[in-house]
Structure formats: C-alpha cells, structure tokens
C-alpha cells in the first residue's frame, strides 16, 4: 500500500464523491444524513447493508443512508480518514497499514469476521495439493499482503516463492485460470467467484487462506475516523444496530435478500446471485450467544498483526486494541423483522 501524494488524493476524493449521488433534495428532514463508501459495486457481501436498506431499518434509527461505491477499493478507507464520509467498507489488512502511514482510522464492526480471499485451481489443472504447483504459474491481483500470502501458502507445502511463477493480473484473476495461462489463481473470494466457476462448471478446488496457513482476519469490516469514535460515535451505534437488524432479516429470508443485491446492480446474473447471497448469508449473521453482531477478535487481529511485523508488510509493531472497537456494537437480541 503505497502514499499517494496529497492533491491526488484529493482530487480522487472529489471525483468520487461527485460520482456517488449523494442525496440532497431527497434527505428527510426527521432523519440526519449517514454515508457509506462500498469497497467494491453491490454484491452479495453487501446482502444486510441493502436489506437494512429497503426495509427502512435504517430509517427506523433515524438515519437517512446513502450506500456508495467507489471504482477504487483502497479509495473507501481514505474517504473515511479525510472525514469526507462516516463510514467505509474496507478490509482488516488495509486498516493495519493505514494505520501505520498515520491515517485515524478505527475498525468498528465485522461484517465477514473470517477470510473470503482463496487459492482455487481448476480440475482440469491436474493440481491436486500446493506442493503440485512448483514449477507452475500462479496469478495474483499484486496487492502486496496478498503475495505475502502466497509466500506463507508456499512455505507451508515446503516451497518458495522461487519454485512458481508469479504473474500479476489486476482484476483477470478467473480468466487467467479458466484460460489455462495461470494453473492457480490467489486472490477470488470463495462466496463470489468460487460459486460463480462451480455454477459454470469449472470444477474448482477452492482453498480460503487460512486453511492453508494465513492467519485468521475479517475479511470485510466498517471502519470510522478515530475521532468519531471517541468524541461522537451515536450515530455509529444507531447504524450498527439497524445493520445488524437488516442481517438477521436477510439471514432469514433469503429470496428477500437476493431480490436487494439484485435491485441494487442490475449486472449481476439472478440464478448465480441467488446461490452466491445462499453462500454467504451465514457468514454475514456472524452473533453469538456470547458475542454481539459485528464482533471482532482482538487476540486474532494480534496474531495477524504479528504475521504482517513477520512478512515486512508493517515496520512497527501494533496493539491490536488500538485498531478496533467492538464499543459501537448492538447489545441483547437483534429482531430480524
């Protein structure tokens, strides 16, 4: 994650927030305005913030919200730093490292408390194990935690990094291997292009990373400025609530779910959407009896915390604490409508 220079990141900032229709005229005077950047475009992941959404949960906290996503996934996190939006969808990793360049940032909620990031070959790859891809290629996004993550995928099966080919695909991660110019891909989310492949009928072996030794992270979680959090966090709480309210309903009602990440992109193919919201529906209602919706573990985040020191991915040690706070989340028994 490198430093982009100040006047790119604001003219970014500014393009993006032009983009994202933010509401104006539309804004009900009885209810105060909240945004949210996305990290990607409406998809299953996002299934509780949509159905909080259209069923008015988050009107009901007196919260009139707008749902955006930038064209840029490392752009939310920035937006949320610079106090240009109140909330953004990142990952665990890119609150670390932002972190460390300084940015105020504070993780608040888990809205996928486990990795989504895999390593799937296809059948046909005649891979069946990670030791079968010495001498292969392997197609990552270039995102440098992610190759950390090959690195500790590698050793584990007692290879280096020197024993594949790595070649660096952006967003072509499935087509380098439906192609066959990659035998494995690093990168796809087990819930989103691992049962798109399946439903096309690729047969792929898809293996999310800390199966093969990356330490446990949340994939998905909401993240604040510090100093909301400490000075001015009510409306944090209220949208939490409201959004862990929206996830029981969709937990519950899957067809009611489907229908929201389908209204909310028009691109999205409704049989493969169907089966993907299926999929990840149980990772997104993440409560406990003993823990409250969007909790996250501050002994895992240490451990991950440690990795990132180990793999050169953070210079500095970090305090886990420090990073999150499950402070803002709903207490007793979410109803789901």
Known sequence: MRKPAAIA?????A?????????SEDVDPTTEAFSVALDWYPNPDHAGLLVAQDAGYFQDAGLDVSLDAPSDPSLPIKLVAAGKVDLALSYEPEVLLAREQGLDVVAVGAVVNRPLTSMIWLKK???KRVADLKGKTVSTAGIAYQQAYLKTILARAGLSENDVKQVSVSQGLVPSIVSGSAQATLGPFWNIEGIDLKMSGQKPVINPVDKLGVPTYDELVLVARGETV???PDSIRLFMGALARGTAEAAAKPNQATASVMAANDALKPKVTAAQVNATLPILDNK???RPYGYMDSSDWQLFINWMVEN??????????DALSNELLPTGVVDPG
């Open 9 to 13: 990141v604001a003219v970014v900032i």
């Open 312 to 321: 050169g991915l953070l210079e500095n040690p970090a305090r886990s604490v």
């Open 125 to 127: 790859s005649k891979v």
């Open 15 to 23: 393009l993006v927030l032009s983009a994202c229709g933010a509401k």
């Open 288 to 290: 406990t009896k003993s």
């Open 230 to 232: 400490r000075d001015d």
